[in-house]
């Protein structure tokens, strides 16, 4: 099917986006389309999906979302069980040849796993990129709305509702429903509106006339789990600090406690004289591709988290970046590849200092300071 190209990067916040993207799910009317969430989705990226699929019905789309790691952060398995919103998890042997074409919300294809390849090889071309982080080249879809100003892709979605892209309506459960994940995600990803723009403010407020407040409460006061309480510890005990970096190694986790990592970064920034925090493991699992997960955060404005971040671990063979980010916060995704594998108790040991030292190193060479300066206390 011909549809007519629109793509936009980084329009002016306070232009109207929502025609736009209206004209693009027209052109696409009737279809059938794959929401493509990154690996491990956060509620920003799971709330863009949900109001994805909601907008789209509007336009007789029917929309799909997928993803292929794992929901582990207690916040993301509460706002999917109680929104009751559909998630596929993409495991072995998909067929993905009845979808017309493929949605990327809240990534551009770099961190959707092993899905974007499988969408490939069924010959579903990317239609639509969504999403808030630095421009990354990797997809041409037919429409683009890339803004790396804005805090949470939520923001955009909440822009889309409010220039008439649907008829929102308080009596409708749905639309309370996208309301309430989308102000979430725009709370999470902003970090509590710490690092939320004007964008950002403006989409909160107008979805603050048909959110569920007692909903939101739920959802975000959910207690962290034993074994992610473990990962902080072990973070807590193994961190470096060097020039107000603070740098954790954790060991082996398991694919499901993944989330840990991250949530181990952001405990790790509170530290008083650290402006910067990077936690990583390496995450095993049976249907898991054995790699090593990190988590950047950040609170000083000179470090751009994605430049810093590809600048340290580069890119793999055939030139995808090893990970990237956004304001304040970013990650990467290194696999093991040829040393995967269990093996003996010592062989895991070595495998996790090698991998230990040379991170540790990479990140000195970046900063500028040798692996054997004396560490703050």
């Known amino acids: 099917m011909q549809t007519k190209k629109t793509?936009?990067?980084?329009?002016?916040?306070?232009?109207?986006?929502?025609?736009?993207?209206?004209?693009?799910?027209?052109?696409?009317?009737?279809?059938?389309?794959?929401?493509?969430?990154?690996?491990?989705?956060?509620?920003?990226?799971?709330?863009c999906g949900f109001a994805h699929q909601i907008i789209s019905?509007?336009?007789d789309i029917q929309a799909d979302i997928y993803y292929?790691?794992?929901?582990?952060?207690?916040?993301?398995?509460?706002?999917?069980?109680l929104m009751g919103i559909e998630l596929i998890r993409c495991e072995g042997s998909i067929d993905l040849k009845s979808y017309d074409g493929a949605v990327f919300l809240d990534n551009q294809g770099t961190t959707a796993g092993p899905l974007l390849d499988s969408l490939e090889k069924a010959g579903v071309s990317p239609l639509i990129i969504v999403d808030h982080h630095e421009p990354q080249d990797r997809l041409k879809a037919q429409f683009k709305d890339i803004r790396p100003k804005i805090g949470a892709a939520s923001s955009i979605y909440a822009q889309y509702l409010e220039n008439g892209i649907m008829e929102m309506n308080t009596s409708d459960k749905n639309h309370i429903l996208m309301a309430t994940a989308l102000?979430?995600?725009i709370i999470t990803d902003t970090t509590g509106f710490i690092n939320a723009r004007e964008q950002d403010f403006h989409a909160a407020a107008f979805l603050s006339a048909y959110q569920d407040r007692d909903l939101l409460s739920r959802i975000m006061?959910?207690?962290?789990?034993?074994q992610t309480m473990k990962v902080i510890h072990k973070a807590l005990g193994s961190r470096e600090i060097v020039q107000n970096f603070c740098f954790a190694g954790v060991g082996y986790l398991r694919a499901e406690d993944r989330d840990a990592i991250p949530q181990a970064a952001d405990f790790l920034l509170t530290e008083e004289n650290v402006h910067t925090a990077i936690v990583y493991g390496i995450v095993t699992g049976d249907s898991w591709e054995e790699a090593v997960i990190g988590s950047m955060r950040t609170n000083r404005i000179t470090i751009d988290p994605d430049q810093f971040i590809k600048e340290v671990f580069g890119k793999d063979a055939s030139g995808k970046y090893f990970g990237g980010g956004?304001?304040?916060?970013?990650?990467?995704?290194?696999?093991?590849g040829f040393l995967s594998g269990s093996g003996d108790q010592d062989f895991q040991q070595h495998k996790w200092n090698v991998f230990n030292e040379?991170?540790?190193?990479?990140?000195?060479?970046?900063?500028?300071?040798?692996?054997?300066?004396?560490?703050?206390?």
């Open 68 to 81: 292929c790691g794992r929901i582990s952060h207690q916040q993301n398995i509460a706002l999917v069980k």
């Open 183 to 185: 102000t979430h995600g």
């Open 7 to 47: 793509e936009k990067t980084d329009p002016d916040p306070t232009r109207g986006a929502g025609p736009d993207m209206a004209a693009a799910l027209d052109s696409f009317r009737g279809q059938k389309h794959a929401v493509v969430l990154q690996e491990f989705p956060d509620p920003d990226a799971i709330a």
């Open 221 to 226: 006061n959910q207690a962290r789990s034993r």
């Open 57 to 59: 019905r509007e336009f």
């Open 326 to 336: 956004k304001m304040s916060a970013g990650g990467f995704h290194i696999p093991v």
């Open 358 to 377: 040379q991170i540790k190193q990479k990140i000195f060479d970046k900063i500028g300071v040798k692996a054997d300066e004396k560490k703050e206390e």
